[in-house]
């Protein structure tokens, strides 16, 4: 009798499994069809949005699109918060909340653009060939509508409650809040909560492509002083060589000793020199006065650097800092590199990610899907994330062109795609990661 009963409940669990196969196309055909059914709210939602004026600075113009988002989310079931910004001088971050079981899943997406409240790119504007303009657009208020429809669509089907999200909008990353401690910590935070960090910038702009690695971004100053006097005494042992002239050897020195650093780039942005120099970081605007006959007595430089790995930034700043203490006679040089976005290197993990990701683009018929070249995408909030998660991946918003211009312009037929795949990224998750 034993024998019998376990033999049937042998074959139910064979029943049940290959039901279980059989069903998940079924599933994920039907997370596809609710997608596309919820298309014309999606792209009424992305009009909205693009609508209101984000720029960084325009703190209520931020937290309105925020509020738009966060009613959006609270329909869902989410448990929201909108974190003031006030401690690190911005508008403030949307926080959402979903699940206690399942792999855990942070999302990532912001809510600013750089487009401020004065400037006369404003409004949302459908063009041929199914494209269409708008500050944002795909910078990233294309992504955060993704994310909303694709939580949307899980819970519509009954399938979100099988894992654990968070969603971190910010409202600063174009232009981030100071100190990075405070105004990074909602994604640190739910970054060491998570298994999988998932963003949802543009990338590089190419639907075939996803981002497994950025390179990190800092910025840097370099003041140099010189002996001023009149120019006919500069090389001189009493003169020595001015301001300018070291400036000039120190930038030299930095280009021929990093420029072949594995993905590293530094640029100097801006140079001002002569007798007196001043430069103001909030307008990014500088003045300077000198003469050619007399020596300069200052100089500031200020760059920028990008590193893929944190190996390549602390070998370029050990070697920058060698470089300015080499001064030449009677001149001297402080260096001093800024906080600012980690690298995230590449790793195994991230590449499995992609795979899947790949995976199920080739299952829709849209085709494989890449790395991108870590220098066709900038820095973005995901760094922050992703030394604390097993494995992360970017660029898995709506796609475009002209990002950070008047001409940004995005490709509509990316924004179903890109749902379908992330919402069936997120079901496979639910089913396959493990968990604890």
Known sequence: ???????????????????????????????????????????????????????????????????????????LGFETQWQDGAEFGRAGHLIARYGTKGPKILMIGHLDTVFAKTDAFQTYQALADNKASGPGV??????????????????????????????VMTGDEERSGKPLSAS?????????????????????????????????????????????????????????????????????????ELANLGDLTFNPGVILGGTEVNFEDETAIGTTFGKNN??????????????????????????????????????????????????????????????????????LGYGKVAAVNPRNAGAADISFAAEHVDMALDGLGLMGTGGHTKGEIADMTSFAKNMHKAALLIYRISQQYPTD
């Open 1 to 75: 009798m034993k024998f019998r009963i376990s033999f049937i409940c042998s074959l139910m669990l064979i029943s049940l499994a290959i039901n279980a196969a059989q069903t998940q196309p079924q599933i994920e055909s039907k997370i596809v069809d609710t997608l596309n059914q919820q298309l014309p709210q999606a792209q009424a939602l992305l009009i909205e949005s693009v609508n209101i004026n984000s720029g960084t600075m325009n703190f209520s113009g931020v937290k309105k699109v925020g509020m738009l988002f966060k009613n959006e989310l609270e329909q």
């Open 138 to 167: 795909t910078d990233m208020k294309g992504g955060d509508v993704i994310i909303i429809e694709v939580m949307r669509a899980l819970k519509h089907l009954g399938l979100l409650d099988d894992v654990s999200i968070q969603i």
């Open 294 to 363: 007399v020596v300069a007595q200052h100089l500031i430089v200020k760059g920028g650097i990008r590193a893929l790995t944190q190996d390549e930034l602390n070998t370029a700043k050990t070697t920058m800092h060698k470089i300015v203490k080499q001064n030449l006679l009677h001149t001297s040089a402080t260096l001093v590199i800024g906080e600012g976005y980690p690298p995230m290197a590449p790793t195994q993990q991230n590449y499995q990610l992609l795979q899947w990701y790949s995976d199920i683009s080739e299952s």
């Open 184 to 256: 990074k910590a909602a994604i640190i935070n739910a970054a060491k909560w998570a298994d999988i960090a998932l963003g949802f910038e543009d990338g590089d702009g190419n639907i075939e492509t996803a981002v497994v690695a950025r390179r990190g971004s800092v910025d840097w100053q370099l003041d140099v002083t010189g002996r001023p006097a009149h120019s006919s005494q500069i090389f001189s042992q009493k003169v020595g060589f001015g301001a300018i002239f070291e400036g000039a050897r120190i930038l030299d020195t930095f280009r021929q």
